[in-house]
């Protein structure tokens, strides 16, 4: 974060990732790393564009494989040199419409079991989610029905 160099990429990540929270994982990493840009979904996966030190978007890059995102199964990564616009602040974009449906379509994650927090949400009377029969997160599923 004290490199005064910039830089600027675009990031096409495919596979399984969409339904699963990427995009504000994205959002946190990039914005606890100082870096601007954005992410969204688009038909064929989720592109983020990250602008800042290069060592920030390589620290950037590293967290999606240590640990990675939960349900997270990446099968591609495309990253494409773009220039500087000058953002420091990360945003999360509305998806792209699927205009003719291009040749990639993502993968959609598999239905899990819901995890430990939902769980103790469902159980807890004080909670607002008590007893909701739907209860769900970006970490658990049901992935399909969500997406």
């Known amino acids: 974060m004290g490199e005064t160099r910039r830089i600027r990429r675009e990031i096409l990540l495919r596979g399984v990732v969409q339904g699963i929270g990427l995009r504000p994982w994205s959002a946190r990493q990039a914005r606890g790393l100082g870096l601007g840009g954005s992410g969204g979904t688009e038909a064929d996966g989720v592109r983020v564009c990250l602008e800042g030190a290069p060592t920030d978007l390589a620290r950037w890059h590293d967290a999606l494989r240590t640990p990675p995102p939960p349900g997270l199964d990446l ?25 003719g449906w291009p040749g990639h379509l993502t993968t959609l994650p598999p239905d899990t079991a819901i995890c430990a927090e939902c769980v103790r949400e469902l159980f807890d009377p004080a909670d607002r989610r008590h007893r909701y029969a739907f209860t769900h997160c970006a970490e658990c599923g049901p992935r399909a029905s969500v997406v």
Request: glycine share 4%.
């Open 75 to 99: 099968r591609s990564v495309e990253t494409v040199t773009r220039p500087v616009r000058g953002e420091h602040e990360f945003a999360i974009v509305p998806s792209r419409p699927v205009a």
